[in-house]
């Protein structure tokens, strides 16, 4: 509880704000763009949780438990767009798909069109091209953990359905796919809550939602109070997704109850099903990543790569490294005594405590900043020196109010699969609640504790808004570099640093993998 409350301080000064009286402005927001905000908001949710639940769970399914050609370096590729900055991806299927575009400009060549009005293309700075931009980067939160999930499944379960008369198809959807449901809406909540809290993308591409309006209220009328009010209503979206989820689960559990694991089976395709399943986890891989780098790399090379990386690169990828390793580790460190005290006294008021913490992610990393300064800045007053705001102990902690629920979620639907009979027998033989964690429950868990820190560390790498705030003075990290440049439209200029910042995650991305594949009960080593 106590961490809890620390956790949950700068949300508690944002929503603080909501006593704050600011009648007119809230009519005049209802009367001209608050419609749009929340009907934008609700189809960003809907396009992007069904597109991601669709992707990450297929793929995750295709590369573990079938003979997918290439599934070895699938089961690592397909996580490279969390790498991808999602407002860099907007930029570049911006540049390539607009009218000005070589996508456009060689049909027109092709085909003999001179203007808009000869043709019909899709335009990306929609709502659609929101949706798809948010939709390829996001797909890896659930894959992640969705994969993870059916690591950790027994063989004898799938076994004992097949000889129940269920086919792979069916034995997926009424064995498999009900015992990963925690680790797949625990996905595709985060990819919600990073959709609802994005800026870029919706910004670039001219889409109302309410971080948009959180900007536009806090910057352009300057009433931060109703900026913190309009985050406060974000907020309730969140929770009302993690409402909806608890409520259609009811009373069911998802436990595994044997311990017998032996090295998972790959179903065997046929020639055309290998290629067809090829082919829907490559097309993710391409579009979510593959092509916006390769596209990025030829705007960095005719921008000029020295022009661009110039002297302070390795001071500015240490940086971002030193952050967002040791965010990552904070808050899965945090995460994991807030998920297992609410396993061991699943109260009322724990469970609001735990909820409470992890609803930074709902709020845009600037209020955060702000909910953030104001106990630091006190602080450091009445100390009488910038012990906290003049550092990366400030940046550090926003981070973790920012995404504590992104290790929470990850951390709290592996503890959920650890059936409660084994904690009791621990109990029963003496054990401590502390020492059950420890020789019971980390060795189950060990892999989601991963992901959980990957999670975090690739979103460090790639949050804007809380850094340029509150870093400190001269401290810049690749995010901000590349920002700077986007903002500017010097895409070309953008570009080196961009691929910097996904040149840094790959390595984590791959280790992970390895881990979480070595990791399966009973593997060998």
């Known amino acids: 509880m ?20 600011s009648a007119e402005v809230w009519e005049h927001l209802a009367a001209t763009v608050l419609p749009s905000y929340v009907a934008n908001s609700l189809w960003l949710m809907l396009g992007v949780g069904g597109a991601v639940a669709v992707g990450g769970v297929g793929t995750a399914w295709l590369v573990t438990m079938c003979r997918v050609p290439c599934h070895r370096t699938l089961e690592w590729a397909l996580l490279l767009p969390m790498a991808m900055p999602t407002y ?26 001179h203007s808009a009005r000869d043709y019909w293309f899709p335009e990306i700075r929609s709502l659609g091209g929101a949706i798809a931009v948010m939709a390829m980067v996001l797909y890896p939160y659930v894959y992640m953990l969705a994969r993870a999930a059916f690591l950790e499944q027994s063989v004898c379960a799938l076994e004992a359905s097949r000889t129940l008369g269920r086919r792979p198809w069916r034995a997926f959807l009424e064995v498999a796919l009900p015992l990963a449901r925690p680790a797949i809406a625990a996905g595709v909540a985060l990819a919600l809550m990073e959709t609802l809290n994005d800026f870029g993308t919706v910004h670039y591409f001219a889409v109302d939602t309410f971080t948009t309006g959180i900007y536009r209220t806090w910057l352009g009328l300057g009433q931060p109070a109703v900026a913190a009010q309009l985050g406060a209503v974000l907020m309730l979206f969140v929770l009302a997704l993690v409402l909806v989820e ?17 090295q998972l089976p790959r179903l ?25 780098a390769a596209v990025l790399a030829g705007w ?12 302070d690169f390795l001071h500015l990828a240490g940086n971002s490294l030193i952050l967002a390793a040791v965010a990552g580790v904070v808050a899965a460190l945090v995460a994991l005594p807030l998920t297992y005290a609410q396993r061991l006294r699943p109260t009322r008021l724990v469970k609001a405590c735990v909820r409470v913490a992890g609803l930074g992610y709902a709020v845009p990393g600037s ?3 702000v909910g953030t300064l104001v106990p630091l800045t006190a602080i450091d007053r009445s100390l009488g020196a910038l012990v906290l705001t003049g550092t990366i102990v400030a940046l550090v902690y926003a981070y973790l109010v920012r995404f504590l629920a992104v290790s929470a979620n990850a951390v709290e639907a592996s503890l959920g699969k650890v059936t409660p009979s084994m904690e009791a027998a621990a109990r029963t033989l003496g054990e401590t609640a502390l020492g059950t964690l420890r020789r019971v429950h ?29 870093r400190p003075f001269n401290f810049d990290t690749l995010a901000t570099r590349t920002f700077t440049l986007a903002s500017d439209e010097r895409l070309a200029d953008a570009a080196a640093p ?3 910042i996904m040149l840094v995650g790959l390595l984590p991305v791959v280790l992970l993998s390895r881990a979480i594949t070595r990791s399966r009960p009973g593997a060998q080593p």
């Open 2 to 21: 106590a961490v809890a409350a620390l956790v949950a301080l700068p949300v508690l000064v944002v929503a603080a704000n909501l006593l704050v009286p």
């Open 367 to 369: 209020v955060i900043a």
């Open 442 to 470: 980390l060795p189950l868990v060990r892999t989601s504790l991963l992901s959980a820190v990957l999670l975090v560390f690739v979103d460090v790498m790639k949050e804007l808004p809380a850094t340029l705030i509150m």
């Open 300 to 311: 960095a090379v005719q921008a000029g790569w020295r022009r661009n990386l110039g002297g």
């Open 246 to 262: 608890r409520m259609s689960r009811g009373a069911a559990r998802f436990h595994h109850t044997t311990g017998r694991y032996r």
């Open 498 to 500: 961009a691929l910097a």
């Open 268 to 292: 065997p395709l046929p020639p055309l099903g290998a290629a067809a399943a090829l082919a829907f986890c490559a097309l993710p891989l391409v579009l979510g990543f593959l092509l916006p």
């Open 88 to 113: 860099v991806v907007a930029y570049t299927y911006t540049g390539l798909l607009d009218f000005a575009g070589p996508v456009q400009s060689t049909l027109r060549a092709l085909f003999g069109w």
